[in-house]
């Protein structure tokens, strides 16, 4: 897929369609939010920034984009060594940078307005408890589960039904995190956004859903491609 934006794009169409662009936007001090109704060169010249630069920022998000929306049915043909650093790389890493950059939304609009809205005060408390898990979640793969793994591939796991175990531990945290993004589905009523929701209150919905998809993805190489091989 092409790189869509331009100079001419409109800087709220760029957040509408790929909601991760406005941590760009954020870090270059432009408001997408109330202020987005403008072109992205005019953004730009408002706070003298450079359009070149701006622009390969926005395609550095984009191409990680496309990337994780790659069919990932090749894997099923990969090494477990190759599945592994592809999990990693695609989906860890890009879990803990979207957790960390999320969490400031998430807190803010069940401030603001989580008064009038006040399941979005259960959202706050559901996302950071799956942020908390999921973090654990991750180091303790890397450091330990996929240390085992790489043993089984290789046959020399000092236990192998200890290792066997462990990945079944990681199955059932797999069932609890997509317990936790359900709760967050159901008290959204499906991330159906009120009609006095800003540009924050819908960024906040529209990247709790893409973290969704991005973790069942993760889950879904995990237990129907690599874990299959050793249970």
């Given at each position: ?207 709790l859903e893409a973290l969704e998809g991005l973790t069942f993805m993760h889950v879904h190489l995990e237990n129907n491609i690599l874990f299959p091989r050793?249970?």
């Amino acid at each position: 897929m092409t790189f869509p934006f331009t100079a001419n794009s409109l800087v709220k169409d760029i957040v509408n369609e790929l909601p991760k662009t406005s941590d760009v936007f954020k870090k270059n001090r432009i408001d997408f939010c109330c202020g987005g109704n403008i072109r992205l060169s005019q953004a730009v010249s408002q706070h003298g920034l450079d359009i070149d630069v701006l622009l390969d920022e926005l395609k550095v998000v984009f191409d990680k984009y496309i990337n994780a929306e790659k069919d990932i049915e090749v894997w099923t043909d990969s090494d477990s060594n190759t599945i592994i650093d592809h999990v990693i790389q695609n989906y860890h890493r890009v879990s803990e940078e979207e957790l960390r950059n999320l969490s400031p939304y998430v807190t803010k609009v069940s401030r603001v307005h989580g008064d009038n809205h006040p399941e979005l005060l259960k959202v706050n408390e559901l996302f950071f408890e799956f942020k908390k898990e999921l973090i654990e979640h991750m180091e303790k793969e890397e450091a330990v589960v996929f240390p085992l793994i790489r043993q089984l591939e290789e046959g020399t796991v000092p236990n192998r039904e200890e290792a066997i175990q462990m990945i079944i531990e990681l199955e059932k945290e797999h069932d609890h995190a997509g317990e936790v993004l359900r709760q967050i589905r159901e008290v959204t009523s499906d991330f159906a956004l009120p009609l006095d929701a800003c540009g924050t209150y819908r960024l906040v919905y529209a990247r709790l859903e893409a973290l969704e998809g991005l973790t069942f993805m993760h889950v879904h190489l995990e237990n129907n491609i690599l874990f299959p091989r050793y249970i």
